[in-house]
């Protein structure tokens, strides 16, 4: 590849902004030696809880960690299903089946990326025990119609937020929405860790003391296993990383908007589809994707100009190898499928300068230009 102009994300630009109050939590945690919970990850539970507009915030190791503890502490074992969608990335389908339970498949509504609400009451049979909606790429699924769904036939809701922190549903933070939801900290968030991290937000006490338990091996005080537990706890240095991080989060979260609303004004006329801010939701843009027939092409070109990009995600979940004993094939979600054939993600991040964005968007424009002619030439 070319030299790298315009990387996909820059976590190093990021670090130097708040290098001396990240270098203090750390040492912080290193006076105290409290290097697995401790005080620093119950500030940031708090902290983080207030955030999310919720009562309870348990620390964890993993985004996955919390799905699959969410589901744990629904009820959801084997014999039970739980509806969510394709098109995510593959750990909201395998928490799922972590549990022993069986995951079904609903399509999604192709302007927001998540889950159609339509779909969804034609799937739920006398098994069904939880809606995992996912609030893909930063923007929330349509909740209401969800909550509705789920509170008739007696439900429970898990919002997938892994991709989401900051984001609002007609006003409202996710994360407060469902019974509960899971948030990853994963580096390359939003709000990322340095380093593996994960929630699960919810106003349910009883759901909060199950899956506080079970992330410590299943102690309700120490060497007193009440349940079969786990260890996904999450680190002192993560915990101290988040609060400061978690400090910049909405001075983050508009820097992103702005980027965003920068390409949409270089590329508003190039028949590229950009992403749709749906009218309910505070889209957060953790990734800013386009959709294009010849996506690869597209991608090609970025790439000879030195120009990172991303896809998520190439191949939907019921499609992927591992997945295939779920019984759906080719065809069968068919937006997600053309998704997951189209979609680009251009490099976003707060600190991406006003030149970057105009590059890239200039190179895309270029390229689309190129496609046009050759198709009107042939």
């Known amino acids: 590849m070319a030299n790298i102009k315009v990387p996909y994300l820059d976590l190093k630009a990021q670090y130097q902004s708040i290098k001396p109050e990240i270098d203090a939590a750390i040492a912080r945690v290193l006076d105290s030696c409290q290097f697995v919970l401790g005080s620093e990850v119950a500030g940031f539970e708090q902290e983080f809880a207030t955030y999310c507009g919720t009562t309870e915030c348990i620390a964890l190791n993993s985004g996955t960690s919390a799905l699959h503890l969410a589901l744990l502490a629904?009820?959801?074992?084997?014999?039970?299903?739980?509806?969510?969608?394709?098109?995510?990335?593959?750990?909201?389908?395998?928490?799922?089946?972590?549990?022993?339970?069986?995951?079904?498949?609903?399509?999604?509504?192709?302007?927001?990326?998540?889950?159609?609400?339509?779909?969804?009451?034609?799937?739920?049979?006398?098994?069904?025990?939880?809606?995992?909606?996912?609030?893909?790429?930063?923007?929330?699924?349509?909740?209401?119609?969800?909550?509705?769904?789920?509170?008739?036939?007696?439900?429970?809701?898990?919002?997938?937020?892994?991709?989401?922190?900051?984001?609002?549903?007609?006003?409202?933070?996710?994360?407060?929405?469902?019974?509960?939801?899971?948030?990853?900290?994963?580096?390359?968030?939003?709000?990322?860790?340095?380093?593996?991290?994960?929630?699960?937000?919810?106003?349910?006490?009883?759901?909060?003391?199950?899956?506080?338990?079970?992330?410590?091996?299943?102690?309700?005080?120490?060497?007193?296993?009440?349940l079969r537990g786990y260890n996904y706890r999450m680190e002192g240095f993560q915990g101290a990383i988040l609060r400061v991080k978690l400090r910049y989060l909405e001075q983050w979260t508009e820097a992103r908007r702005a980027v965003v609303a920068q390409y949409n004004q270089h590329l508003a006329d190039t028949g590229v589809e950009r992403p749709t801010e749906m009218p309910w939701a505070r889209h957060v843009y953790h990734v800013y994707t386009l959709r294009a027939d010849d996506r690869d092409s597209l991608q090609t070109a970025l790439q000879a100009e030195g120009i990172q990009t991303g896809i998520h995600y190439p191949v939907p979940v019921h499609l992927q190898p591992a997945y295939a004993d779920l019984g759906y094939g080719r065809g069968a979600f068919p937006r997600s499928e053309a998704a997951a054939a189209q979609v680009l993600s251009l490099p976003l991040y707060p600190e991406l300068s006003s030149a970057a964005v105009a590059e890239v968007a200039g190179v895309v424009k270029k390229a689309v230009a190129n496609r046009t002619q050759a198709t009107v030439s042939r």
């Not at 007696?154 to 900051?166: F, P, R």
């Not at 929405?177 to 390359?188: N, Q, V």
């Open 74 to 226: 629904a009820g959801v074992g084997p014999g039970d299903e739980v509806i969510t969608v394709p098109f995510t990335f593959v750990a909201s389908v395998a928490a799922v089946c972590y549990t022993g339970a069986r995951p079904v498949l609903v399509d999604i509504d192709p302007r927001s990326f998540t889950m159609d609400p339509a779909a969804v009451e034609a799937a739920i049979t006398p098994r069904t025990k939880a809606i995992l909606p996912v609030h893909l790429y930063g923007q929330p699924a349509d909740m209401d119609p969800i909550m509705e769904i789920a509170r008739r036939h007696g439900l429970v809701v898990i919002e997938d937020a892994a991709q989401a922190h900051g984001a609002k549903y007609k006003g409202r933070p996710v994360g407060s929405i469902g019974d509960m939801a899971c948030f990853s900290f994963y580096p390359g968030k939003n709000l990322g860790a340095y380093g593996e991290g994960g929630a699960v937000t919810t106003n349910n006490a009883e759901h909060a003391r199950t899956v506080r338990m079970l992330r410590d091996w299943g102690q309700d005080r120490k060497y007193h296993h009440v």
